[in-house]
């Protein structure tokens, strides 16, 4: 499993947002893969244009996420979200400064309070659940 | 016909550039861009001219005051209203029917009633009409377009009957680009004993309107479509129809007597535009389809059938792509969908190449899911869109496409 820095690494190579993109869609096939079972209402993050879903498992003290979306870049980008914020403790999630790093990987864009692109519910979604789990 | 490429020049945003590279604006059916003489006129007013009207009696609020209601008359007379009593300005077309649903709806529609719209309603036409339904216990009745987006007159005639109170209809559809056959549906509507409003969002913004030879009774639009300001809209609806609907809110520019005990209302207009009234907009307004009629609406028509043809065209070499709407009358909107692209991956993709349209259900899910989709890319269509718009998209097309399939 790669780290950040890792990914901070290859993300420096890219020329151009299609490399780049090429290899978002690459992160997001190698993405961890959601139970079919998830995909239903009751998992599905709120305020994306695409379907989202987002599954919290809450083992050891640290929290896990798996996620999944219909559309291929966004699945990408909730490749890299996970590997920013699984197997976290709730209070190291909620130290996470997730804009900073997507600044630094050049993917800042898909952070926007835009109604379309719900990448900002997803990631205030997994703040609740680190919220609720911790003690 | 106009010299659009001199027209462009009225658009100050149309020269910006995005990434050092100019964007191809196809999301008008969202929201125009506006041109200069709306913009100046509007800080003019502000810089100028500007008073709170019917109120004063200095020289600044009689002014504003002339201004105010010479906008009325503009609006009325775009729309060949026959008076400009009949114009009551609202913050845009949403409001405008939410007016007539908790006015109009309130006191006319009752248990057992029907309200009938067609399946190709944005939410602005059809959640006002389910509420006012659910509070008065009337039924909201949905009638069937074709598989390509048409009005079929059969499928509106069966759900036509002597409950029906109100037919409430889009004259153009902003996801399909369909274009209803108003006249036919209000004489079909009248002769069952059913009142008509038109939602003329998106027509007005491309084709002439004449409520008139229409003889629909409500019609809404909103300003920031046609080239306005955004905040304002207008309800037109018939005088004799309007006097007996109740007052919509409640305040200052209503009211005929206050008492503590009673008050009077205002006569139509003013009883529907309570408090200060977004008259700089209205101005605003005015000014944005005066701009309009300047050009000519024959000569926007002509233009648009121009485009539409050329769209249609190119859209049809792009690999996979499948046009949703394809109705024989229809206008500058173009839905598609491209198989095995989501379309927000597909936006993304015309976003890094500078093309700006819209995707997701367009505030029209009803339909949009009836087409057998969740979600859609929009094209479309204002005045100043020229070929090399249609031709950026093509290639963003082609790029995305490629792009999908290669990753």
């Known amino acids: 499993m790669m780290n950040l820095q890792e990914l901070t690494e290859n993300f420096a190579f890219f020329d151009g947002w299609e490399e780049k993109y090429q290899y978002v869609i690459d992160l997001g096939r190698q993405l961890e893969p959601l139970d079919e079972r998830f995909k239903t209402e009751e998992w599905k993050v709120k305020g994306c244009q695409s379907q989202v879903w987002l599954v919290p498992n809450f083992d050891g003290g640290l929290l896990h996420f798996c996620g999944d979306s219909d559309a291929i870049l966004v699945k990408g980008i909730i490749a890299i979200v996970l590997l920013i914020y699984n197997n976290k403790t709730p209070q190291e999630i909620k130290t996470v400064d997730v804009m900073k790093i997507f600044a630094t990987l050049g993917l800042e864009e898909n952070l926007t309070p835009s109604r379309r692109n719900g990448m900002m519910s997803m990631v205030a979604k997994i703040r609740e659940y680190a919220d609720a789990y911790e003690d | ?407």
């Open chain 2, 1 to 407: 016909m106009y010299d659009v490429y001199q027209i462009r020049k009225d658009f100050p945003i149309l020269a910006e550039k995005v990434n050092g590279k100019s964007v191809a604006f196809l999301d008008s059916a969202a929201s125009a861009q506006k041109p200069t003489v709306v913009l100046d006129k509007m800080y003019e007013v502000y810089t100028n001219a500007y008073a709170n009207p019917h109120r004063g009696s200095y020289f600044f609020a009689e002014q504003i005051t002339r201004e105010f209601e010479n906008a009325r008359c503009v609006v009325q007379k775009f729309i060949n209203a026959e008076s400009a009593k009949e114009i009551v300005f609202t913050r845009n077309a949403t409001e405008s029917i939410n007016l007539v649903a908790a006015t109009w709806g309130a006191k006319y529609l009752h248990a057992g009633d029907e309200v009938l719209i067609s399946e190709a309603e944005h939410h602005a036409n059809l959640v006002p009409w389910q509420h006012i339904c659910e509070v008065t216990g009337a039924k909201l009745k949905v009638f069937a377009v074709s598989d390509e987006g048409d009005f079929v007159e059969e499928n509106f005639i069966k759900k036509l009957n002597d409950k029906t109170k109100l037919v409430a209809v889009t004259a153009m559809s902003n996801v399909l680009g369909t274009i209803f056959p108003i006249k036919q549906i209000t004489q079909k509507a009248h002769d069952a004993g059913a009142l008509v409003l038109v939602d003329a969002c998106q027509f007005a913004a491309h084709y002439p309107v004449d409520v008139q030879k229409w003889n629909c009774d409500f019609l809404a639009f909103s300003g920031h479509k046609a080239y306005g300001p955004t905040g304002i809209g207008a309800l037109y609806g018939k005088a004799e129809i309007l006097r007996e609907m109740p007052p919509y809110q409640f305040g200052g520019d209503m009211i005929d007597n206050v008492t503590f005990d009673k008050t009077t209302f205002a006569d139509i207009p003013a009883r529907f535009e309570a408090g200060t009234a977004a008259f700089v907009q209205a101005i605003g307004m005015a000014e944005g389809l005066k701009y309009m009629e300047n050009i000519g609406l024959d000569n926007l028509v002509s233009h648009e059938n121009e485009l539409t043809a050329y769209t249609l065209n190119l859209l049809e070499q792009v690999p996979n792509l499948q046009i949703v709407g394809m109705a024989k009358n229809r206008g500058g909107v173009f839905s598609f969908d491209v198989k095995g692209i989501h379309p927000q991956d597909l936006a993304f993709v015309l976003n890094k190449e500078n093309v700006a349209v819209r995707t997701g259900h367009h505030c029209a899910q009803p339909i949009v899911n009836r087409m057998g989709y969740t979600s859609l890319a929009r094209a479309s269509f204002g005045l100043y869109t020229v070929k090399e718009d249609i031709d950026a998209l093509f290639a963003a097309l082609i790029k995305a496409e490629k792009f999908f399939r290669e990753n």
